[in-house]
């Protein structure tokens, strides 16, 4: 229930501020709109407002809406008063002003939402190394476990969610990168991190482990936190709170050792020695079998509790002041929707998988789980598809919006509208090169309920 609410949360809000980028850039210049509708289909809801009497629609199908506007190519207008507000009879720059309004909108929004989170405080963990094994890049450049990273291409990295993004960025116009690092005794050392084991399919999952960068994971005992609900620890009788002492015989020092138990016994019964509060107990758990990387792990549906002190000692809190928090938000919504192009760029080439696509299988999936983390990691999580959104819009492609601007500035150059025959054409082929996305993002969707 959640991930549905939470995926229509995203589509409603995305939407509607998409739209009505479109509808208040449109009222500004003039011109007269006749609807403004989310979703497409059978309306829900109609409610005619304002001076101009405009429709506002909900309807059926939330996968889009539109901004009907008055244009003399969709039929004839009586009102002879109303000619010059017709979007047709509008300049260029003004038609240009309207149709950019909406991925700009989605871009003002990732910005504001940015601004919010960098305000409030984003929690992350340190970068700090754990083990790094030989023959890897890491051991190449001579970076140790307990190695805290510094910066990487000049750029800070405070948390490993800066680091990931740093590497994301570089792997794609760089074989290499500069890292610095204080060691254990806060020494300072500089080295240089080959990035050239990262393959093109290695985008869609976390390739740090490609280069030898594993999180430092602190010993901590294995006692159970949250409990999903309807999951094998729940029907195993595990509740929060417990600490588990050993599983088939063997005993169990700390929760990353449980987890390994757990994810080599797929669907294998497992007898389970647990303390809760002075007692014994003896529990029989069976893990379900989960589709990962190919193969198939167990999983229990359980998280670990962990000391706030632990926390305190590996955890970050990172936060601006609102005129710095603007101008990360600002640089983060620049350098995720360049990066966003630099990925398809990319996949064209066929120097990144198209398996990177997602459909509205796997939004939904990740609006559920932000949405359960927290409001901190859902508002992320809504800025990083606003971003994706708005960018999308602005391919050159006919029928999205940055098709109608590509066919504006060839009007600029030729000093007269693209011809009715052109735009046909064009939309013909927008919309094929539409639906093969479409096609290859439902794939994908499927593959990875499939194969985890």
């Known amino acids: 229930m959640l991930t549905i609410v939470a995926f229509l949360v995203t589509l409603s809000v995305l939407i509607a501020i998409h739209e009505y980028g479109h509808f208040q850039v449109a009222r ?21 407002f304002g001076k101009d009497n405009t429709e506002f629609v909900v309807a059926a199908l939330p996968f889009g809406g539109y901004v009907k506007m008055l244009d003399e190519r969709e039929g004839e207008i009586d009102a002879k008063e109303d000619l010059s507000r017709a979007f047709n009879r509008q300049s260029v720059w003004r038609r240009i002003a309207i149709v950019s309004a909406g991925p700009a909108a989605n871009l003002l929004l990732a910005i504001f939402l940015y601004w919010i989170l960098f305000m409030h405080g984003v929690m992350g963990m340190k970068p700090i190394l754990g083990d790094v094994q030989s023959n890897t890049p890491a051991a190449q450049a001579s970076l140790k476990a307990g190695d805290l990273i510094q910066s990487l291409a000049g750029e800070s990295t405070k948390t490993w969610q800066d680091v990931r993004w740093v590497l994301l960025q570089e792997s794609l116009k760089s074989e290499s990168v500069a890292v610095e690092v204080l060691d254990q005794s806060g020494n300072p050392h500089a080295s ?33 936190g949250d409990v999903v609900s309807g ?16 599983a088939d015989g063997e005993a169990v020092t700390n929760w990353e050792q449980f987890v390994t138990i757990i994810r080599n016994n797929p669907q294998n019964r497992i007898q389970l020695e647990v303390q809760r509060g002075q007692e014994l107990l003896a529990l029989h758990i069976t893990p379900e079998g989960v589709n990962e990387g190919g193969s198939k792990v167990g999983k229990i549906g359980a998280i670990n509790r962990v000391d706030e002190a632990v926390l305190e000692t590996y955890m970050t809190r990172v936060s601006y002041g609102p005129l710095e928090a603007l101008a990360k938000a600002g640089s983060k919504t620049w350098e995720t929707s360049v990066f966003s192009l630099k990925m398809l760029g990319s996949m064209i080439t066929g120097d990144v998988s198209w398996k990177g696509v997602s459909g509205p299988v796997t939004i939904a999936s990740y609006a559920g789980q932000s949405a359960h983390i927290g409001w901190k990691a ?53 919309l094929f090169l539409l639906g093969l996305l479409m096609i290859v993002a ?4 499927i593959n990875r309920i499939f194969t985890g």
Not at 193 to 221: A, C, H, M, N
Not at 239 to 244: K, M
Not at 442 to 445: S, W
């Open 28 to 48: 500004w210049c003039g011109v007269k709109v006749l609807r403004f509708s989310i979703g497409f289909g059978k309306p829900l809801f109609r409610k005619s």
């Open 192 to 224: 240089v991190l080959s990035l050239t084991s990262i393959g093109r399919d290695d985008y869609e999952r976390d390739f740090l482990d490609k280069l030898g960068l594993k999180p430092y994971q602190p010993e901590v005992p294995a006692v159970i």
């Open 231 to 246: 999951g094998a620890a729940e029907r195993s009788g595990l509740l929060s709170g417990d600490q588990v002492i050993s």
């Open 378 to 430: 859902f508002l992320g999580f809504l800025a990083l598809i606003s971003i994706s959104l708005g960018v999308l819009n602005l391919l050159p492609v006919p029928v999205l919006d940055g098709g109608h601007l590509m066919y504006y500035m060839v009007e600029i150059f030729k000093g007269s509208p693209v011809s009715e025959a052109v735009m046909e054409l064009g939309q013909r082929i927008g």
């Open 442 to 445: 439902f794939y994908n969707d």
